[in-house]
């Protein structure tokens, strides 16, 4: 793997849940940052809006409402790339520098050099990628420019409750694990660039409890593929190996032998 | 007796090229999605955009005459005889040095097997290939399994395909003519094919 991460200047989020109060600035200011078209939706008796990602929308708040007991609990979950240390979109992709790694371990993309393989969306995790009517790849970059300059993403600029916090990500989580927060993420695919201290267990979120890059994915990159090219020259050995140990089937010397070399 | 006789009609020789090139054609459109080890064979074709775009038409083209050929030939290639069976079991004399006599029909066992592989390969690398072609179509578990599974039956096809070239060519000398033009030489014939030669040079009054 080309991907290789510094984890102790790795920049990254650190999403506290129980701050966030759905207020949705964070979709917002990143509309406007990455001038993102708006998506049509329509109401689906929630105020959570879209309803998906989209390739118009790198980040969205999803609404977990609950009942019980007659009284009725809303969680908020910042829905977006994790930026994963071992990222499966990175694994997959044929196109080197269509998908990359900054140096701060953003898992960013260049338009320019994607292919439209789509093998990002079925390696994602989390079923992230999405792909417009450019037929390009398009995911939540973490504002890679910004970060590049010294400046927070858009969405955490935003933010007006510090639900998202960018910064040196062992020292968010430091900080985090010192509150007594329950962390999400903080190891799991080589550590995701984005870490939750979620108020509940990760299914009511919709998260996977230990999210890894799909096995079929998995056996397909790492295992079919080194043992096909080796097979590929094993065979090529063996043809070449045979050809000159047991020889070819001569048909003329074969008759000859046979019938006392008259013809 | 006559020199040579006929293995393959026109019609079937040129049906197998097609089938040729486009599986080779595949070949190199894919070896850059298969691997950023050979991202380089993109530029033989003007970017992976384009490839992938080549490697669908070849695809169909593939699928079609494959198949085709294979239905061609459904007869001479699906059933297998008592003489058939003491071929495997001798396992066609390729790993011996000494001669061997087996009393073969017009195929043997082996490029039965061959012609049945890869009618089922291609078969499944159709099906896989309808949902790679556009993955945001289907559900992400059947394009995955897809990704995995067209995969998996390359590496089987390209390993077939080696040796399926070596024992056409330099493997057993004077079978290529029979591609190539047509027509084998009767000691080609009488030496790998004894039955197949004696039902052709029987017919004839």
């Known amino acids: 793997m080309a ?37 049509k939706t ?65 898992v960013a993309h260049n338009k320019d050099k994607c292919i439209s393989c789509k093998y990002c969306v079925s390696a994602c995790p989390f079923n992230i990628p999405r792909y417009g009517a450019d037929d390009k790849i398009s995911k939540c970059h973490l504002c890679v420019g910004r970060v590049d300059g010294g400046l927070v993403p858009a969405c955490a600029k935003a933010c007006p409750t510090e639900t998202l916090k960018f910064g040196n990500r062992s020292k968010l989580i430091a900080s985090a694990t010192a509150a007594k927060k329950t962390l999400y993420g903080e190891n799991d695919l080589m550590g995701l660039g984005v870490v939750y201290a979620l108020e509940g ?18 056996l397909w990159k790492d295992v079919i593929k080194p043992l096909g090219i080796l097979g590929f020259w094993g065979s090529i050995g063996a ?25 | 007796m006559s020199k040579y006789i006929e293995r393959f009609s026109t019609s079937e020789r040129v049906l197998h090229w097609i089938v040729t090139v486009s599986f080779f054609t595949l070949l190199l459109t894919g070896l850059g999605l298969y691997s ?16 992938i775009l080549i490697h669908k038409i070849s ?69 896989t290939g ?31 395909v080696v040796v399926h070239v070596y024992l056409a060519t330099i493997g057993n000398p004077g079978t290529i003519e029979a591609m190539l033009y047509g027509d084998v030489r009767s000691l080609w014939a009488k030496r790998h094919h004894p039955k197949w030669y004696k039902e052709v040079t029987e017919e004839k009054p």
Not at chain 2, 36 to 51: D, E, K, M, R
Not at chain 2, 64 to 80: E, Q
Request: charged content about 20%; overall charge neutral.
């Open chain 2, 59 to 127: 695809g169909i083209l593939f699928f079609l005459s494959s198949l085709y050929m294979y239905f061609n030939h459904k007869n001479d290639v699906s059933t297998f005889d008592q003489d058939d069976k003491e071929w495997v079991k001798a396992k066609g004399g390729y790993l011996s040095r000494d001669a061997s006599h087996f009393n073969i029909g017009k195929y043997n066992p082996g490029q039965k097997l061959f012609a049945i592989f890869i009618a089922a390969a291609t078969l499944v690398l159709g099906m």
């Open chain 2, 36 to 51: 950023t080890l050979f991202h380089g064979y993109f530029t033989l074709f003007g970017g992976g955009q384009n490839a």
């Open chain 1, 239 to 263: 043809m070449l190996l045979h050809y000159v140990t047991i020889g070819p089937k001569k048909v003329d010397d074969d008759l000859n032998s046979k019938e006392a070399g008259h013809e």
């Open chain 1, 201 to 218: 267990p990760p299914e009511q979120y919709g998260l996977p409890s230990s999210p890894s890059i799909p096995m079929s994915i998995f």
């Open chain 1, 3 to 39: 991907d290789t991460i510094n984890q102790g200047t790795r920049m990254g989020f650190l999403v506290d849940t129980s701050r966030c109060i759905g207020c949705r600035s964070c979709q917002v200011a990143c509309k406007q940052w990455n001038k993102l078209d708006a998506d």
């Open chain 1, 42 to 106: 329509s109401n689906k008796g929630s105020f959570e809006n879209p309803p998906n990602l989209t390739p118009e929308l790198y980040n969205r708040i999803k609404f977990i409402e609950k009942e019980s007991s007659g009284e009725v609990t809303w969680r908020f979950f910042n829905e977006r790339c994790m930026h994963c240390g071992d990222a499966g979109c990175m694994k997959v992709c044929p196109s080197p520098g269509a998908l990359y790694r900054t140096k701060d371990g953003i």
């Open chain 2, 130 to 160: 309808i949902f790679i072609w556009s993955p945001t179509a289907f559900p992400r578990w059947i394009v995955q399994l897809s990704l995995m599974t067209h995969g998996l039956i390359f590496v089987c096809s390209i390993m077939f």
